[in-house]
């Protein structure tokens, strides 16, 4: 039995519990599947437009959501976006041959897999929408959008906000424009990265390391990517003196070359920092601590010659 055979049965069985969960029909299931696949995707045959991130869905595939949320007894909508997780699980490996991705992803993939079919057996109390940010990054990563790369999810087809750059101060502001205009050659399109608190167990030096290692055979096979971009709190200088621990998301791709420009506070940035950290939450509450996000900006070249590729 292969791998995808073991995961194909998982599937079957967790969409007969699923459905037996919601006493819902298995053909009536199916039904209500293709008509939300056909608001997420379309007709067959036709592509859908490229998202401006993951969580850039159609209105009509919220809507859909939220009329079966009305008409069915309260808690059964959760229970209709693990019917859809577990619909793309099992397209999983034609998904993945169509997308031509490394071999080396794999593993992640299925890490992730298993996750989502463990999480179907979960109580339906579990909270989430088709608004839910892990609900959200979970549907990326079955339909080929977020990409596993160990610590973090990797988006393709992102850009570095040109209003970020141009609201700097002249000095940062001349560093950004040599930066984009005769390293990275532009500013977009960028991959980009995103944390998944699902991936939290790889969220260390080795699991960035693979990180970085992952991203740059993306980029080999994607010549048109300038880079890997992001933006989070923890690219922020002062986290190096606060949290040392953290200081290697930093640390590393400065030293193979990559930019940082600073790009404001506010309440995510402060709920992000403060949220796993005793001693950033008490500093902040004394004034003493500002959770500030950085864009972090690492140009292929770089970023490959950093990896050895």
């Excluded at 992001?230 to 030293?255: C, F, K, M, N």
């Amino acid at each position: 039995m292969t791998r995808f055979d073991t995961l194909s049965a998982s599937t079957r069985d967790a969409w007969t519990g699923t459905c037996d969960r919601l006493c819902l029909p298995p053909e009536n299931a199916r039904r209500l599947v293709s008509e939300l696949m056909l608001t997420l995707e379309g007709t067959s045959g036709k592509h859908p437009p490229r998202p401006r991130g993951y969580t850039d869905l159609p209105a009509a595939f919220h809507a859909h959501v939220s009329a079966f949320a009305h008409s069915e007894p309260a808690g059964q909508a959760p229970g209709l976006l693990d019917l859809l997780l577990l619909e793309l699980i099992r397209q999983f490996e034609r998904r993945f041959t169509q997308a031509a991705l490394p071999e080396s992803l794999l593993p992640y993939y299925l890490e992730n897999l298993d996750r989502m079919l463990q999480r179907t057996t979960q109580s339906p109390q579990w909270a989430r929408s088709s608004r839910d940010d892990i609900f959200l990054k979970d549907l990326g990563i079955l339909r080929m959008w977020l990409i596993p790369c160990a610590s973090h999810l990797v988006y393709r087809h992102s850009g570095v906000p040109r209003s970020l750059v141009l609201r700097q101060a002249p000095g940062n502001l001349m560093r950004a424009l040599v930066y984009f205009g005769l390293r990275s050659h532009g500013f977009a399109p960028f991959l980009e990265n995103h944390v998944h608190p699902a991936m939290l167990s790889h969220f260390n030096p080795e699991g960035r390391q693979r990180c970085y290692a992952l991203v740059a055979e993306l980029l080999q096979r994607w010549p048109e990517s300038r880079g890997l971009m992001g933006i989070s709190w923890y690219y922020d200088p002062a986290v190096r003196t606060i949290s040392p621990h953290l200081a290697y998301l930093r640390d590393e791709p400065e030293r193979g070359g990559a930019l940082f420009l600073p790009a404001g506070s506010g309440p995510d940035a402060i709920a992000g920092a403060t949220a796993t950290s005793d001693t950033r939450r008490r500093l902040h509450e004394q004034g003493r601590y500002t959770p500030t996000r950085y864009l972090m900006a690492w140009s292929r070249t770089a970023l490959m010659n950093a990896h050895g590729v």
